[in-house]
């Protein structure tokens, strides 16, 4: 098994390198997707989430208001610090399920947005960072998803510079450009993962 960490800051287009790694064959654990799972109605994650910090993060129909929580603890540190308590012990031990499941020669993909703020880097045999500037990504969270501007700037700020996350990295994908040009460079990204995978067999 070749395990790889996928990481890169808000807007930089992480998810888009997730996707096409899946498609070319790897097994992708996404951990903001398993987070998501873990704080469903009914669950222990979301009981817990209440707990900490009310029922007004609570939309009407029951569901985790992602939104009204993002604005709480990107604002506080120590509320986010509260957060990831809950939610980083649940996420690890489903990721550590899914990995335990794939096949011995495969691909694992974990796509991570934090691997450079918790200092995981070591414990991947490579990690790939998503790379986009400054402007680009606030620029994206601004018009793509609908951001207050504000917010964006809280979130961006709440995670690891641009140079932090570039210290950590094996490889940089560069996605300020195309989506036919980010398509290029995982179709290399691809090739060079098997070509590392096949070597360390």
Do not use: C
Request: glycine residues 10%; aromatic residues 2%; neutral net charge.
């Amino acid at each position: 098994m070749f395990r790889v960490g996928l990481t890169g800051g808000i807007g930089a287009g992480k998810s888009e390198v997730s996707r096409r790694l899946a498609a070319q064959g790897a097994v992708l654990i996404d951990a903001d997707a398993i987070a998501r799972a873990m704080v469903a109605p009914g669950t222990p994650g979301l009981a817990e989430v209440i707990a900490g910090f009310g029922a007004e993060v609570l939309g009407a129909d029951g569901e985790l208001d992602r939104g009204r929580l993002g604005e709480i603890v990107f604002a506080d540190p120590a509320k986010l610090a509260v957060l990831n308590g809950i939610i980083h012990p649940l996420v690890g031990r489903r990721m550590r399920e899914i990995e335990s499941a794939a096949a011995p020669d495969a691909i694992v993909v974990h796509d991570v947005p934090l691997i450079a703020e918790n200092k995981l880097a070591a414990g991947y045999d490579l990690v790939v960072v998503v790379d986009a500037s400054t402007r680009a990504r606030l620029d994206r969270l601004v018009h793509r998803r609908g951001m207050a501007r504000e917010q964006a700037e809280a979130r961006m700020a709440a995670q690891a510079s641009r140079k932090e996350r570039l210290a950590i990295a094996d490889i940089v994908i560069d996605n300020s450009g195309s989506l036919a040009e980010l398509d290029r460079q995982v179709r290399d990204l691809w090739s060079e993962l098997r070509r590392r995978a096949d070597g360390g067999r």
